[in-house]
T-cell receptor, first 112, second 116 residues
Framework: DAGITQSPRYKITETGRQVTLMCHQT?????MFWYRQDLGHGLRLIYY???????DKGEVPDGYVVSRSKTENFPLTLESATRSQTSVYFC???????????FGPGTRLTVL | AQSVAQPEDQVNVAEGNPLTVKCTYS??????LFWYVQYPNRGLQFLLK??????LVKGSYGFEAEFNKSQTSFHLKKPSALVSDSALYFC??????????????FGIGTKLQVIP
């Protein structure tokens, strides 16, 4: 089915472990985004990508790494997870011709 | 720097009554404005947007919003609330005059509770 998917939907990990969250979209949208959603903070941008092999930092990039070798995939890696990275993570995409973003269903990450 | 304010953490309204969810914004240039809705354990869904033209914008599920440039507001409205409208609502702004990526800033969200 067309759309934007995220995996896993739920993840529990331990401090210091590496975790990768996956995001896949089938629209061939140019722009892709990673946000985290925390109570009292709303949505905060972690990283974004304007096209394959083009990525840039958002508001809260520390502790995260991204890559985008293919247009449809935009994985987010926590290199050494910390408790402060416990959050709900949303991937989104946007076509450069349109203005609204389309969001995935989210990944709830718990770091113990 | 651009910003969005949603002054109410929660709005309670009786089913069948009109509802308003408030949003004010600040940008250095001209804004693109958006409303999104989030149901529990789901991602954000686009509701409506203001790009240019008519200040009254109509969107999905009977929602509408009015762009008021002098008051820098973009309040979300619906004439008759449904229990199924209960959700978290986010206002967002982009500065159309900024080049390149055109960052979107989201408000912190307003929880709408429609009481049967």
């Amino acid at each position: 089915d067309a759309g934007i998917t995220q995996s896993p939907r739920y993840k529990i990990t331990e401090t210091g472990r590496q975790v990768t969250l996956m995001c896949h979209q089938t629209w061939s949208h140019s722009y892709m985004f990673w946000y985290r959603q925390d109570l009292g903070h709303g949505l905060r941008l972690i990283y974004y990508s304007a096209a394959a092999d083009i990525t840039d930092k958002g508001e809260v990039p520390d502790g995260y790494v991204v890559s985008r070798s293919k247009t449809e995939n935009f994985p987010l890696t926590l290199e050494s997870a910390t408790r402060s990275q416990t959050s709900v993570y949303f991937c989104a995409s946007r076509n450069s011709s349109y203005n609204e973003q389309f969001f995935g269903p989210g990944t709830r990450l718990t770091v113990l | 720097a651009q910003s969005v304010a949603q002054p109410e953490d929660q709005v309670n309204v009786a089913e069948g009554n009109p509802l308003t969810v408030k949003c004010t914004y600040s940008v250095s240039g001209n804004p693109y404005l958006f409303w999104y809705v989030q149901y529990p354990n789901r991602g954000l869904q686009f509701l409506l947007k203001y790009i240019t033209g008519d200040n009254l914008v109509k969107g999905s599920y009977g929602f509408e919003a009015e762009f008021n440039k002098s008051q820098t507001s973009f309040h979300l409205k619906k004439p008759s609330a449904l229990v199924s409208d209960s959700a978290l609502y986010f206002c967002a702004v982009r500065d159309r005059n900024s080049g390149g990526y055109q960052k979107v800033t989201f408000g912190i969200g307003t929880k709408l509770q429609v009481i049967p």
